[in-house]
């Protein structure tokens, strides 16, 4: 009897852990994210510009709920091909701000407001002060990348009364920065994360005091040697260290891991793994990854038997020969295709956000986010963004009311002296062409040109049939009818698109 009772009662424990198990996994299945990816979309080549114009882009979306997922880092040259940045010219032009950044939020529920602020710099110089500053504001750092010579960061508004602020080490009089976390009396009680800006700075958050000490050390091999790395990031971790930053550095593999100011007891578990394009990491959080020449992702998770699962996918960057070579993510929708037709200085940009943001809500499966993704050039073949995607839950909400609402579009902006109210008239347009019940199966959009005996419209977007293609301009034309630019000839070059 006793004997039936035990395998009873293993079996019903059996059966409550595939219930369970089951059930996480159907309410993981039954969240879906929507994706968006942000670029600046001025024309103007200023940092201030460029910078703000992210900045607008992004919290234009944190507005209705969106959260930024990551920004696109890796490799420098090639992201400098997909945006178009220009060289740096000090006081001119300073690009560093063109970035791609992903965001998500739940599909069919409503998703609290958000607001962030950014980082772009090439060296540590002057950062001190607006770390320090978001810092105050009550901004958190949430995401970090580096590509080239760049280093990018979010910080993200919280709520809390745990005080927190941000500082910079600089290696100086031949002391590293990591080893000034141990040396200085205030950073090793308070530093809770440390993550290099170059190879002799990194910015560091601190907390209240604590009674035990940080230390921050790195771990280092030769890729092929993943195995012996991985027994001592273990080692680590077992004393209660926390990886920061993974990146290939040549042929070896730089590990950076932080053993927190207060920290009592052993860290998370971890995991050292490495796999093809698109073949990261798949067990537990990843908090570190990199992709070599050769076309291996190395990435390093933590907790590989917890509840988070992470997958990963590539998207070959190729010449579209159809489209004057321009390099793109594969084959292009009618959307994208529209927006190459535009002549203003961002269309390509914002035509290859919107391509990327396709694709990953096309790809990226259900009950699963982006986290992080970078760009790999290999040494043969064409370059390719990695993108990595988990069931990590999103990070906690600042309180408020629930936001809701469309998704604001990605427009170019209109920036030049003089075009302020021109680009006030087209948005409200092209709102109203967006909300018209009569276009409803209708994607299409209107920007107008001013000058000397060339003003015109340019009607262009995607519709199924031609009788949808007429209807989208007579709809433009009433909406024009009663703006300055009633007389300006409509081009209409809305593709007729037959896809479902």
């Known amino acids: 009897m006793r004997q039936e009772t035990g395998r009873g009662a293993a079996f019903a424990s059996v059966v409550a852990c595939l219930l369970l198990a089951a059930s996480g996994h159907a309410s993981a299945q039954a969240v879906r994210y929507e994706h968006r990816v942000v670029v600046p979309t001025t024309s103007l080549d200023r940092e201030l510009d460029v910078e703000g114009s992210l900045a607008r882009n992004v919290n234009r979306l944190a507005a209705v709920g969106f959260e930024v997922s990551a920004i696109v880092g890796g490799h420098g040259t090639m992201v400098d091909r997909l945006l178009e940045r220009k060289p740096y010219v000090a006081g001119q032009v300073d690009h560093g701000g063109h970035v791609m950044v992903i965001m998500h939020r739940v599909i069919g529920r409503p998703s609290p407001p958000r607001e962030y ?5 090439r060296t540590p110089m002057g950062v001190e002060p607006i770390v320090a500053g978001y810092a105050r504001d009550g901004f958190r750092l949430r995401t970090t990348a580096s590509e080239g010579v760049y280093f990018h960061a979010a910080f993200e508004r919280v709520d809390g009364d745990e005080a927190f602020e941000y500082r910079v080490l600089r290696t100086a009089r031949r002391r590293g920065w990591d080893a000034q976390i141990g040396e200085d009396a205030d ?13 002799d700075a990194a910015l560091v958050e601190l907390g209240p005091p604590a009674t035990t000490p940080a230390a921050f050390a790195w771990e280092t091999d030769k890729t092929h040697q993943r195995s012996r790395l991985q027994d001592r990031l273990r080692a680590r971790a077992a004393s209660g260290f926390r ?5 290939m550095r040549g042929t070896d593999l730089d590990i950076g891991l932080l053993k927190p100011a207060g920290a ?18 798949s067990r537990g959080r990843i908090v570190g990854a990199d992709v070599f020449t050769d076309g291996d992702v190395y990435c390093v998770a933590e907790d590989p038997g917890g509840p988070v699962a992470s997958r990963g996918f590539d998207l ?23 927006r190459l037709a535009s ?7 914002s035509a290859r956000a919107v391509q990327l943001e396709q694709e990953l809500n096309r790809r990226v499966e259900p009950g699963y986010r982006v986290t992080r993704a970078f760009i790999g050039a290999p040494e043969s073949g064409d370059p390719r963004i990695v993108i990595f995607a988990s069931t990590l839950p999103a990070e906690p909400a600042p309180a408020g009311s629930a936001a809701s609402g469309p998704a604001p579009r990605l427009w170019p902006d209109l920036d030049q002296p003089g075009q302020q109210i021109l680009e006030q008239r087209e948005r409200t347009i092209n709102d109203a062409l ?5 276009l409803r199966d209708v994607n299409v959009w209107a920007e107008i040109s001013e000058g000397r005996g060339a003003s015109s419209v340019l009607l262009t977007g995607c519709a199924r049939q031609r009788v949808d293609r007429d209807l989208a301009e007579t709809v433009l034309r009433g909406l024009l009818a009663r703006t300055p630019y009633a007389s300006y000839r409509i081009r209409n070059e809305v593709i007729i698109d037959l896809l479902p």
């Open 117 to 121: 602020r950014f980082l772009h710099t």
């Open 187 to 199: 950073v090793r009680l308070r530093v809770r994360r440390a993550v290099p800006i170059t190879l």
């Open 243 to 247: 990886v920061q930053v993974v990146r």
């Open 264 to 281: 009592d007891g052993p860290g998370p578990a971890v995991t050292l793994e490495d796999g093809p394009w698109g073949g990261p990491c």
């Open 316 to 338: 070959v960057v190729s010449p579209q020969s159809s489209l004057g070579n321009q390099l793109l993510f594969g084959r292009p929708s009618c959307e994208v295709q529209a």
């Open 343 to 349: 002549t203003r200085p961002a269309a390509l940009r």
């Open 434 to 438: 967006a909300q018209d019940t009569r």
